[in-house]
């Protein structure tokens, strides 16, 4: 007997969150700005540090303009084309957004090195003025976007965005009262430096995340054995077997499982033991879309992954 049964859960605490995307757009037209005024600031003062602010505000830019754009798709009804839907295309973007933050990363040493080897003067109050008024402009990016952080990779992505941009931008305030009173000047491409390394630690981690949603592996927090083991403890249940585990997004976990039974059970038995482990996969493992398939000497070796046949 083999039987195929599909669930998916509706529990409320599951669901996916909306993300308030008019947040997102307020905070894309807010950078635009920003970078517009932190651009006039850096070619009037001489300032790279302040320049490179200016160009991570750009990326913030297209970061929180692409979440946006991204959300929006994100939201589109599963077709016959596209059975999942479109809401991996919030793990394309933020993918995307930390590409960019690389580049952006690489771009900034490089001059930062130019401008070490030749240090020039910088104008620092106009400096310290426009990196407070970034400064700002970003801890209110940051405050608006914090509460959907935990709803989509994405919007992680373009948080962080900002977080290192606020973080950039109190240290160009502060490299500004260095040149102001002492007259270092070297320290603006050091800062610029100091900047580039965060964004690219911060741009890595959202990079692997990404990969690893992309390639549909198995979330860290989860340990298949011990999920074999809690299927196996059903008394109906011989084995489990071809089991995979993947993630959808950031928010939804699928997981699929040839289930071996002790005896040839009716449908309706089936039915239960279905419910039963489905019910301890939701309320230990947050599992939220469980595919089985059930079987009665079935001959598969009870391996928990499938194995490669040979030719």
């Known amino acids: 007997m083999t039987e195929h049964t599909h669930h998916h859960t509706r529990n409320r605490s ?9 947040n997102l757009l307020a905070v894309t037209l807010m950078n635009l700005v920003i970078t517009a005024v932190e651009v006039a600031g850096g070619l009037l003062s001489g300032s790279i540090a302040l320049m490179s602010d200016a160009l991570h505000n750009l990326s913030d830019t297209f970061a929180t303009f692409i979440a ?18 479109y809401k991996r295309i919030e793990i394309l973007a933020a993918l995307l957004n930390a590409v960019i933050l690389l580049i952006i990363s690489a771009y900034l040493i ?18 310290m003025v426009v990196a407070m008024i970034g400064l700002l402009a970003n801890i209110y990016g940051v405050v608006i976007l914090k509460k959907d952080t935990g709803k989509s990779l994405n919007v992680k992505a373009a948080y962080i965005h900002l977080l290192g941009d606020a973080f950039s931008s109190v240290l160009v305030v502060a490299g500004g009262l260095l040149i102001q009173f002492r007259q270092i000047y070297w320290i603006d491409p050091v800062i610029t430096v100091l900047i580039s ?23 860290d927090q989860l340990d298949l054995d011990k999920i074999k083991k809690r299927i196996e403890e059903d008394r109906d249940v011989n084995n489990i077997h ?12 699928h997981f699929e499982a040839h289930v071996e039974l002790l005896e040839d059970l009716k449908l309706s038995q089936v039915r239960k033991t279905q419910q039963t482990i489905e019910e301890m996969l939701k309320r230990e493992f947050r599992i939220n879309h469980v595919t089985l398939q059930f079987e009665y000497h079935s001959n598969h070796a009870p391996h928990l992954i499938q194995k490669e046949e040979g030719p």
């Open 68 to 85: 946006y754009m991204a959300t929006l798709i994100g939201k589109k009804e599963a077709s016959s084309k596209k059975t999942f839907g």
């Open 197 to 219: 390394i965060f964004i690219i630690r911060e741009a890595f981690v959202i990079l692997k995340e990404s990969v690893r949603i992309l390639m549909q592996s198995a979330p």
């Open 110 to 127: 490089k001059e930062a090195y130019a401008r070490l080897k030749d240090p020039q003067a910088v104008n620092s109050m106009i400096m």
């Open 242 to 253: 071809h089991l995979h585990v993947w993630m959808l997004t950031d928010q939804q976990i």
């Open 14 to 22: 599951h669901r996916h969150q909306p993300v308030n995307e008019r």
